[in-house]
């Protein structure tokens, strides 16, 4: 990893369920477009000049007077231009399309119906500009102000008129939306209750010292009024968690496991983590098919890193299509902000389409291990996420460790670490050197632990679920 300790670092990422209403918006929206290029020149003319003749235009184009009729006979079925005996001039309606246009273009002006389905948060009562994400239990609910749930048809018409350049912008993502206009708003009714997931990050900042930045609302300076209800609520959430405390048990067992010195030798007498000691540390003792790693494991940056190295790997034997499942183990650490994220679902997804594009098809059992002290924090939020999930017997691992593990593959180990006394974050290794695989596969000794461990779900009790649900409804 290259980075320089100047410089912001993302090391976390977060995913917000926001309480929303949708509604059915019918407009009709007006659109400028440019005219042909002949019929263009034509009309510019005529403004300029107010009247020519035929003969004279066409001599302009460069047509013959039968094709310049050809042209004018056009503009006339248009309702552009009218020509008394040999004299064209514009039509008093065709001035309208000069109207606003600083360049002396003239455009046509057409009304297009458009029907779209809009959320409205009911917090801050602003249009939302959905990812293509699913909300899910492992991310923070935002709860509704007491009364915004009875959101009326009248606001959300009236929301949608004063913010039409908004919702161009944000939902409709139209690079020039000043070509578009709201001619009016035909029909709006009211649909379903729902939320929409939001992402937000924080950064490692050093400015001197470090801190953390959260960056969890992207709101225009102008709109900041209007959304500061719901900016306050993630922010309130975003503050209520907490990752697990840095241990210098943690320390101990993550050099065990890894045979690896250079986090703790980064660590200062006071025991506060040097970042760019442990860089030039790294750079010197570079070890092969290892790579550094700073943050969240399930940030896309550290997950890169991480499939890049399994794109070298062989399967271990036995495994594929016409054998047993590939494992992927994920040692979670403590903290009420570990997973909160859509970031965790894409990390298993890219790791198995990683595998499975190299080597053809093969069956996944992605298994979570939960330390006992996240036992309270609702750990079956993740059952839609994991195809297993277990609380690990007390002091198994140190809840200031997590490990990705990928039996015979590769591993992903990080340690939290203190970079002050208030800012911590997680640092480690992504690797699929075979020895260390292997020692890390040791240390978590998962064919033996899973026996005392207490089992909190399984893809088999997932499934009675839904089939019981779909009864239900």
């Known amino acids: 990893m290259q ?16 309480p929303c209403r949708r509604f059915l918006i019918r407009a009709n929206v007006t659109k400028d477009r440019r005219l042909p290029v002949v019929d263009e020149f034509v009309l510019r003319l005529l403004k300029i000049t107010e009247q020519l003749s035929v003969r004279r235009i066409a001599t302009y184009l460069g047509l013959t007077e039968a094709e310049a009729e050809a042209v004018l006979g056009d503009l006339v079925s248009a309702g552009l231009i009218v020509i008394r005996e040999h004299a064209v001039e514009l039509h008093p309606s065709a001035h309208a399309h000069f109207r606003g246009a600083e360049d002396g273009v003239p455009r046509i002006v057409d009304v297009d119906p458009w029907i779209d389905r809009l959320w409205f948060d009911l ?17 923070i609910d935002i709860k509704a102000e007491g009364l915004a749930r009875e959101l009326p048809v009248t606001f959300a018409r009236k929301a949608f008129e004063e913010n039409f350049a908004e919702y161009l912008r944000k939902v409709r993502k139209i690079a020039n939306p000043d070509r578009f206009g709201l001619y009016s708003v035909s029909d ?27 960056n969890l609302l992207d709101v225009e300076t102008e709109n900041l009024m209007r959304y500061r209800p719901l900016a306050n609520a993630m922010n309130d959430a975003y503050r209520a968690l907490a990752g697990s405390e840095p241990s210098s048990s943690g320390l101990a067992e993550f050099r065990r496991m890894l045979s690896e010195t250079t986090v703790s030798d980064a660590h200062t007498a006071e025991g506060v983590f040097d970042f760019s000691k442990w860089l030039s540390l790294n750079t010197a003792n570079r070890v092969a098919n290892r790579q550094n790693l700073i943050g969240a494991s399930y940030l896309g940056r550290n997950i890169d890193f991480f499939i890049k190295l399994l794109e070298g790997c062989q399967l271990p034997s036995g495994i594929g299509a016409n054998g047993n499942g590939l494992d992927i183990l994920w ?7 570990w997973g909160v994220t859509p970031d965790v679902q894409q990390a298993l997804s890219a790791i198995k389409s990683t ?3 190299k080597h053809g098809k093969i069956r996944f059992r992605t298994k979570l291990i939960v330390p006992q002290v996240a036992k309270r924090e609702h750990p079956r939020r993740f059952d839609r996420i994991f195809d297993e999930g277990f609380v690990a017997p007390a002091g198994h691992i140190s ?31 992504a690797l699929v050197d075979t020895l260390g695989v292997e020692r890390v596969g040791r240390s978590l000794r998962w064919d033996k632990i899973a026996e005392r461990s207490e089992e909190l779900w399984s893809s088999d009790e997932k499934h009675q679920e839904l089939v019981t649900e779909e009864g239900a409804i």
């Open 123 to 139: 917090v801050s009562r602003n249009m939302m500009a959905p990812e293509k994400l699913r909300p899910n239990r492992n991310l």
């Open 3 to 18: 980075s320089d300790a100047k410089d912001p670092i993302t090391v976390g990422t977060y995913g917000f369920n926001v």
């Open 355 to 357: 595998i499975a594009r």
């Open 399 to 429: 809840p200031s460790l997590e490990v990705l593990h990928i039996p015979g593959m590769g591993s992903l180990v990080l340690v939290r670490v203190a970079f002050s006394p208030s800012v911590a974050t997680p640092v480690g290794f």
């Open 331 to 337: 040692f979670r650490p403590g903290g009420s902000n």
């Open 188 to 214: 709006v009714e009211p649909e379903r209750f729902g939320a929409v997931v939001l992402r937000g990050s924080e950064d490692l900042v050093f400015d001197p010292h470090p801190r953390l930045r959260p």
